[in-house]
């Protein structure tokens, strides 16, 4: 079953425009984890967060986590048509298998030229 | 350097088949995963080698499902008497440290079409 859910479903926005995407997660985490997923490259991990950070940048890439509200977003500014992909955030398990990642259901993200 | 390599990349089979999936790990990486992702969704956990021992296969969703890792490295996902609702794109990652959460490399995937 998904850990959490990706909001919005789809966004669609022009090049050079910021795009910021949501998580909400539903156990309590070490950390979070944000994936891009196109068919070109698959899936590929761009940034981790901890849950004793609250905000993380790279690049063009800004991940904030807030563990109180169970949530997370990011934001990717500056959008180029390059950036277009699905993007998941995943967090890991707390018993069991710890390293094994939960997925959210993803947002799809469209950068128009 | 490689990275994670699948293979085959598509995989057609008619419903009743037995399919084999590859995973090739990056050298060196002690953990592997096996994954499922059904068109629209995100990936879904189904099993965790650590090395060869396999430490979790809590995900597989049937006993038609076994995944093994005799030696450490490749591993092979086999799927018995596929059925319709099998068909997903089956994601290989692997992970260079045991037991502790950082980044997974994904392979590009399997996807598994059956008719």
């Known amino acids: 079953s998904q850990q959490g859910e990706e909001d919005p479903q789809a966004l669609s926005i022009q090049e050079g425009e910021n795009a910021t995407m949501n998580c909400s997660y539903k156990t309590s985490i070490n950390n979070l984890q944000w994936y891009r997923q196109n068919s070109g490259r698959g899936l590929v991990h761009l940034i981790l967060i901890r849950s004793n950070e609250r905000e993380k940048h790279s690049g063009r890439l800004r991940v904030t986590l807030d563990t109180s509200k169970k949530s997370s977003s990011l934001l990717i500014t500056a959008s180029r048509a390059a950036d277009t992909a699905s993007y998941f955030c995943?967090?890991?398990?707390?018993?069991?298998?710890?390293?094994?990642?939960?997925f959210g259901t993803g947002t799809r993200l469209q950068v128009t030229l | 350097g490689a990275g994670v390599s699948q293979s085959p990349r598509y995989k057609v089979a008619k419903r009743g088949q037995d399919v084999a999936l590859r995973c090739d790990p990056i050298?060196?990486?002690?953990?592997l995963f096996w994954y499922q992702q059904a068109l629209g969704q995100g990936p879904e956990f189904l099993t965790y080698f650590q090395n060869e021992a396999q430490l979790d296969k809590s995900g597989l969703p049937s006993d038609r499902f076994f995944a093994e890792r005799p030696e450490g490295s490749v591993s092979t996902l086999k799927i018995q008497r596929t059925q319709q609702e099998d068909s997903a794109v089956y994601l290989c990652a692997s992970s260079l440290v045991r037991g502790l959460t950082y980044e997974q490399y994904f392979g590009p995937g399997t996807r598994l079409t059956v008719t």
């Open positions: 995943a967090t890991p398990g707390n018993t069991g298998t710890a390293s094994k990642l939960t």
């Open positions: 050298s060196g990486h002690v953990s």
